[in-house]
């Protein structure tokens, strides 16, 4: 159940870009629809997601993903600058998701040995 619960984080971060990038292109209304079809699908697998993993180290991957894929959309669609310090802040954003990942997982482990 969990490697499904997976899915639904990488498909919520997927969604996130997708209507982000939405937002800067948007010219008519459909696009507009489309973007919301795209919000609605993103909360419901970021809700999917949060049924079977901590509901932390799920918010904190999805944001991640939707702060990090959003600098390099900027850089790589829309041509901005890819600066040094934008590389070191977006490295500290991974460290810090892997974390918080780490540190549930340690938790979980911590309450199973607990009941054992």
């Not at 619960?5 to 209507?19: N, Q």
């Not at 040094?84 to 938790?107: E, Q, T």
Request: charged residues 15%; neutral net charge.
């Amino acid at each position: 159940m969990k490697n499904k619960a997976w899915i639904y984080v990488g498909l919520t971060s997927l969604f996130e870009l997708i209507w982000i990038f939405g937002f800067n292109v948007a010219s008519t209304w459909w696009h507009w629809a489309l973007i919301v079809v795209f919000i609605l699908l993103d909360l419901h697998f970021l809700s999917r997601a949060c049924e079977s993993l901590p509901t932390g180290t799920v918010y904190a991957i999805f944001a991640a993903a939707g702060t990090i894929g959003t600098a390099l959309m900027d850089v790589f669609i829309f041509n901005e600058q890819l600066t040094n310090s934008k590389i070191l802040f977006m490295g500290l954003i991974i460290i810090g998701v892997i974390g918080l990942n780490v540190a549930d997982n340690r938790s979980s482990a911590d309450k199973k040995g607990e009941m054992a």
